[in-house]
């Protein structure tokens, strides 16, 4: 069965950087499109970013645009996130899941366990 | 961008209750919508895709409706594991989540 594990998450100050990681076991990876998706405490879920299988098309959420790199390595079987310039609005838990698809928009039918992400000072 | 909302935001009902959440797309997304489920310090699930589509391993009571702009998520008769918040999500144009309904126990 498809497993999804995000580490990387942590405390960082406005301003700062930090990057998330997905390690995906159980599918074939190069197959699908991958999700970042979060949710600040006690708020719903918000798009952040989606890659294509094959990493040739990146596409972010206007409140990231510029400050967020999503990227993949299909040797690896790993997804990323690159979050630089964080604001104390981005403080949520950052899910990845995985596109029913390969290279078009389409519904996350596996999510990881969340990563939770605090901007403070 | 296309913007979804659904209503009720909280909706108490009991066991044995049939519910029924609705969510509304800004504008047409033909039938690119999926519900999820979500539990307090958990992912969400995915429940119903392409509107109507039930995912494999999802209990029969719950079903989708609906296209165009207006669709439906109705649990045929509530279940203690049901109690839950449930979301919407749009795929036809990038992907939009709705607000999210809380199923609470009256």
């Known amino acids: 069965q498809v497993q999804l594990v995000e580490s990387g998450g942590g405390v960082v100050q406005p301003g700062g950087s930090l990057r998330l990681s997905c390690a995906a076991s159980?599918?074939?990876?190069?197959?699908?499109?991958m999700y970042w998706v979060r949710q600040a405490p006690g708020k719903g879920l918000e798009w952040v970013a989606f890659?294509?299988?094959?990493?040739?098309?990146?596409y972010y959420a206007d409140s990231v645009k510029g400050r967020f790199t999503i990227s993949r390595d299909n040797s690896k079987n790993t997804l990323f996130l690159q979050m630089d310039s964080l604001r104390a609005e981005d403080t949520a838990v950052y899910y990845c899941?995985?596109?029913?698809?390969?290279?078009?928009?389409?519904?996350?039918?596996?999510w990881g366990q969340g990563t939770l992400v605090t901007v403070s000072s | 961008d296309i913007q979804m909302t659904q209503s009720p935001s909280t909706l108490s009902t009991s066991v044995g209750d049939r519910v029924t959440i609705t969510c509304r797309a800004s504008?047409?997304?033909?039938?690119?919508l999926a519900w999820y489920q979500q539990k307090p310090g958990k992912a969400p699930k995915l429940l119903i895709y392409?509107?109507?589509s039930l995912e494999s391993g999802v209990p029969s009571r719950f079903s989708g409706s609906g296209s165009g702009t207006e669709f439906t998520l109705t649990i045929s008769s509530l279940q203690p594991d049901d109690f839950a918040t449930y979301y919407c999500?749009?795929?036809?144009?990038?992907?939009?989540f709705g607000g999210g309904t809380k199923v609470e126990n009256k």
């Open positions: 999500q749009q795929y036809n144009s990038y992907v939009t």
């Open positions: 890659i294509w299988s094959d990493g040739s098309q990146k």
């Open positions: 899941a995985k596109d029913a698809y390969g290279s078009s928009w389409g519904h996350s039918d596996s």
């Open positions: 159980g599918l074939i990876f190069t197959n699908y499109g």
């Open positions: 392409k509107a109507s």
């Open positions: 504008q047409s997304i033909s039938n690119w």
